[in-house]
């Protein structure tokens, strides 16, 4: 664990939107970067827009055997074609229990999107199906500008726990390095998060001897170059954790079902928005913040929600 003083954390605020008769729940965090002495000469920054991108997870296509999973994959598609963003990140389990000819109906649709899409693996994705149907190179890094996205496998089909070998370790290192040297920031992209999240959450993260302990030592050392780390296994809506400062830590909400865990009411750590309908979420990533719209599909009754603003931790 790390002992940053928590302080640089902010949160900006959140409000609940109505976007063309969807509910919609905003949230926005500001670690203080520009305010960190290792940043402090603005003129040496290059100029960074912010930059706006779509996240989805756990899609699961053939969940039970059925149906409903790519109608859902069907509609999230049509859904983030219209969407603004960049591009597309998807955090895994992209079919359901290793099912392999759930790829080709996983890509058939993805191709409607119209915008480019990077996956990880999940649980439910063998490292070798996954290879062979979405990308060889499993572990690899896509570049936005002045962000870097490094994208990993952490995840095994007998485990719900996740893991980061030496070499991924080293790898993550060399890539952090290799983002301060070219001035970008980064975000690591890992389906099973790394915080220790202890009942009531799910207990599924990477124990510190499968790769916690040198990941954190890691972020500590790139402080200034890691922004965030997305997740997400979950499929608890859009649940974060902002204790290990100042890289942000989130479980992205699944497109295909969410459960609330009642963890605002059992006072977890961290946040968890009100909102469990299936999604995907807008990401608008600054500098200074990151700033999280998660939009449900088909709710067309447009209940708005609203999320206790997590206070400033000082
Ligand atoms: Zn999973």
Not at 173 to 187: F, G, I, P
């Amino acid at each position: 664990m790390l002992d940053h003083p928590p302080s640089q954390f902010r949160f900006a605020r959140r409000r609940c939107l109505q976007l063309t008769g969807v509910a919609a729940v905003e949230l926005t965090l500001g670690p203080r970067f520009l305010s960190r002495p290792s940043r402090a000469n603005p003129l040496e920054r290059p100029e960074r827009r912010p930059l706006e991108i779509l996240v989805i997870s756990d899609t699961h296509l053939g969940y039970k055997g059925q149906e409903s999973a790519r109608r859902q994959w069907q509609a999230t598609a049509e859904a983030l074609a219209k969407a603004p963003g960049a591009l597309v990140l998807h955090l895994g389990d992209v079919v359901d229990g290793g099912r392999e000819p759930q790829y080709a109906v996983y890509q058939e649709i993805r191709e409607r999107i119209g915008k480019p899409v990077h996956e990880i693996p999940g649980n439910h994705d063998p490292a070798e199906l996954f290879a062979r149907h979405i990308r060889p190179a499993i572990d690899t890094v896509v570049e936005l500008e002045w962000i870097r996205f490094v994208l990993l496998n952490n995840s095994k089909p007998e485990s719900h726990d996740g893991f980061l070998a030496p070499r991924q370790l080293e790898w993550i290192d060399e890539q952090c390095l290799a983002a301060a040297r070219d001035k970008k920031l980064v975000v690591i992209g890992l389906h099973v998060p790394a915080h220790r999240n202890a009942h009531p959450d799910r207990g599924w993260f990477i124990k510190p001897t499968d790769g916690q302990t040198r990941l954190y030592e890691l972020l500590a050392k790139h402080r200034d170059t890691v922004l965030a780390l997305f997740h997400g296994h979950f499929h608890n809506g859009l649940r974060g954790w902002d204790d290990h400062p100042p890289c942000h830590e989130i479980c992205f909400p699944s497109a295909l079902y969410n459960q609330d865990r009642k963890l605002r009411e059992q006072q977890a750590p961290g946040y968890n928005l009100p909102e469990f309908r299936p999604g995907f979420t807008r990401v608008t990533i600054a500098p200074e913040s990151l700033r999280f719209v998660y939009q449900p599909l088909g709710g067309a009754e447009g209940v708005p929600h609203t999320a206790p603003i997590p206070r400033t931790a000082t």
